[in-house]
């Protein structure tokens, strides 16, 4: 039977994930008629006898012996707290937290954010086996690698579809770390590539909610998974990336193998890693650069009549947010990344709680921003003018903000937002062990000697 492959979007879809959740949830027990009854119990016969009949196939074998590595004991830490739990547990949960305040690490060619999923796998892992810092840093090395080289040959027709790129290729990151941290050969590791590539997690729908931190998360875990399966000799398609049905060309219309396959094993894409010093979407942080830029020049909230921005359409469309209620939501507010930026002079997670966020004095202010896309400002500038009440006006261009690349965190300023992060959990001295066991991780015997330190 012949199918139109390319059917047009319905842009007027009913809001079928509601009706659904409420038929689930409120349909009467037994609400149909004996035939569809008998018909259920057959259903579920047959597959009970097809479970069984295939309990000693070898996938069942490497299946239950990958699950049995996941036993609910105390195997690796929750980061930051005195927790313990199984290592894909601690993967998902230290994904989770790591991008939870949206002020982890940044590849800025794809927007990806790399170590959440691929360091939290490894980390994992590493306190579970025992393994080196070395093993560690070797592992996230390649693992960011092979995430960002197919985030470069997707990007951005993916992200444009509605991909979480930083979920949606961070479990072939997380699975590629977790092989080479557990000595898996080219065959195996292959095997973990493809097993990860049935596991792309993530949609740009979810920005704004605890979704959005779950997509490092279960990226973490399912490449660990992954990588798991292998090991034990589970099997996928060796083609899963590039095949006509594989992940990549399932997902984009752009796949971009040159992208991939160019100065591998030359190039490490972790080079083009960058660090933001505004915990927010990372194409605000111009906006923000510009508004602290304002601020000292001497503009102050009380004299502003309006603020004009102009950035890139891109902004917009990610963080156009005017009226956020909470933190989580402003993050995705470019009105309030300035509204912070000219009232503070910073924009860190404090800036971005929920009391900020609706304090009167922002909201006035947030109210005051004026934006407007232009697709010749370019996706890392913005154009900011103050106009005063006065009749005077400040501007300030920013081409590349802080953070960039072009304008890079220093080693000082990594430690300095370690500190104001992880003060308040571990207290500044143990901070200070930690941070010194983070900068000597390659010389680490045993990876677990941080980890302690990473507990309160």
């Not at 139109?4 to 949830?25: C, E, F, S």
């Not at 004026?370 to 010749?376: C, E, L, M, P, S």
Request: proline share 4%; charged share 20%.
């Amino acid at each position: 039977m012949a199918r139109n492959t390319h059917v047009a979007a319905d842009h007027n879809a009913p809001p079928v994930t509601r009706i659904l959740g409420k038929y689930v949830a409120t349909h009467p027990s037994r609400g149909w008629s004996d035939a569809v009854d008998h018909e259920a119990h057959r259903t579920f016969m047959n597959w009970l006898g097809c479970a069984v009949g295939a309990a000693q196939h070898e996938s069942a074998v490497a299946a239950l012996a990958a699950v049995a590595e996941l036993q609910p004991a105390p195997q690796a830490t929750v980061l930051g707290r005195a927790d313990k739990v199984d290592i894909a547990s601690a993967a998902l949960v230290n994904g989770i937290t790591s991008h939870t305040f949206d002020f982890d690490d940044t590849h800025l060619k794809t927007i990806i954010h790399p170590a959440g999923p691929v360091a939290s796998a490894v980390l994992a892992l590493a306190e579970h086996t025992g393994a080196s810092g070395r093993a560690v840093i070797d592992a996230v090395v390649l693992g960011i690698d092979v995430a960002c080289r197919v985030g470069n040959a997707l990007y951005p027709d993916h992200y444009d579809k509605g991909w979480h790129i930083t979920g949606s290729t961070g479990m072939l990151g997380a699975a590629a770390a977790c092989s080479r941290l557990l000595g898996l050969d080219e065959e195996k590791t292959t095997m973990a590539l493809g097993i990860a590539a049935s596991q792309p997690v993530g949609l740009r729908e979810q920005f704004g909610t605890m979704t959005k931190p779950f997509h490092p998360g279960g990226a973490a875990r399912a490449g660990l998974m992954s990588a798991l399966l292998a090991k034990h000799g589970f099997t996928s398609s060796a083609k899963a990336l590039e095949a006509p049905r594989g992940l990549m060309q399932v997902i984009s219309a752009k796949s971009d193998w040159n992208e991939i396959t160019d100065e591998l094993g030359t190039r490490f894409e972790i080079s083009f890693n960058t660090y933001k010093p505004f915990a927010c979407g990372i194409v605000i942080h111009p906006s923000i650069d510009a508004c602290v830029q304002l601020r000292e020049q001497g503009v102050t909230p009380e004299n502003v009549e309006r603020i004009e921005l102009t950035v890139h359409p891109l902004v917009l469309e990610l963080t156009g947010k005017k009226e956020p209620t909470d933190g989580l939501l402003a993050k995705f507010s470019v009105y309030h990344g300035c509204a912070a930026g000219l009232i503070f002079g910073r924009a860190a997670e404090e800036e971005f709680s929920d009391h900020i966020v609706t304090r009167d004095d922002v909201v006035a202010l947030r109210r005051k921003v004026v934006a407007t896309a232009d697709g010749n400002v370019d996706e890392a500038a913005a154009l900011v003018k103050a106009v005063l009440k006065d009749g005077r006006e400040v501007n300030v261009r920013v081409d590349h903000a802080i953070g960039s690349l072009q304008r890079p965190m220093t080693d000082a300023n990594l430690d300095a937002k370690f500190h104001a992060l992880a003060d308040p959990i571990l207290g500044a001295a143990r901070v200070r062990e930690l941070i010194g066991a983070c900068w000597q991780l390659g010389d680490a015997a045993d990876v677990r000697s941080l980890t302690a330190l990473a507990r309160p």
